[in-house]
T-cell receptor
Framework: RKEVEQDPGPFNVPEGATVAFNCTYS??????FFWYRQDCRKEPKLLMS???SGNEDGRFTAQLNRASQYISLLIRDSKLSDSATYLC???????????FGKGTLLTVNP | SQTIHQWPATLVQPVGSPLSLECTVE??????LYWYRQAAGRGLQLLFY??????ISSEVPQNLSASRPQDRQFILSSKKLLLSDSGFYLC???????????FGQGTRLTVV
């Protein structure tokens, strides 16, 4: 089982749609969880951290389920500018390195 | 505020030539530093990470090496590049182990 797995997509949605991404991780000792977005040919940028109680930042909601070892990201009222690759990131284990999923490509269409 | 600088942005190098990519961080002390590589259409692969000066951990055996001569300077090197070394190289820093990382703008390396 890969350390961090994501549905690669692509997800094509119309403006205003709600879209959800899921991510699973294999290391039960993982401590920190994040979502990043990466625009084409650019560096990844932190979108939000994911907390055990779940957290929301505007149109974005992140959830963590430790028992099932998965993380989710919900985007409401999608905008054209949300088009990007969304990367699930997990940290934990003996050296707390960050492990990235391969990303899920989202395209929001007008 | 903290900033991370990485250069050059683009590099084309012949097979067998050496490589040196530099990354510096400003506005923080004793950061954790990382080198990642992203091959075309693939995920980020951690190459090296460092928790302090002179402390380098290698994740993947390869013909690359890393050094941290100063607290906020991280260098990625190779003595002889291979075609398979082509990719998007990203330097990142974090305040502590397990914390979120912040990336430089990356170097797009093409080995020809």
């Amino acid at each position: 089982r890969k350390e961090v797995e994501q549905d690669p997509g692509p997800f094509n949605v119309p403006e205003g749609a709600t879209v959800a991404f899921n991510c699973t991780y294999s290391n039960s000792a993982s401590q920190s969880f994040f979502w990043y977005r990466q625009d084409c040919r650019k560096e990844p940028k932190l979108l939000m951290s994911v907390y055990s109680s779940g957290n929301e930042d505007g149109r974005f909601t992140a959830q963590l389920n430790r028992a099932s070892q998965y993380i989710s990201l919900l985007i409401r009222d999608s905008k054209l500018s949300d088009s990007a690759t969304y990367l699930c990131v997990v940290s934990g284990g003996s050296n707390y390195k960050l492990t990235f999923g391969k990303g899920t490509l989202l395209t929001v269409n007008p | 505020s903290q900033t991370i600088h990485q250069w050059p942005a683009t590099l084309v190098q012949p097979v067998g030539s050496p490589l040196s990519l530099e990354c510096t961080v400003e506005g923080t002390s004793n950061p954790n530093l990382y080198w990642y590589r992203q091959a075309a259409g693939r995920g980020l692969q951690l190459l090296f990470y460092s928790v302090g000066i002179g402390q380098i951990s290698s994740e993947v055996p390869q013909n690359l090496s890393a050094s941290r001569p100063q607290d906020r300077q991280f260098i990625l090197s190779s003595k002889k590049l291979l075609l398979s070394d082509s990719g998007f190289y990203l330097c990142a820093w974090s305040a502590r182990q397990g914390a979120e990382a912040f990336f430089g703008q990356g170097t797009r390396l093409t080995v020809v």
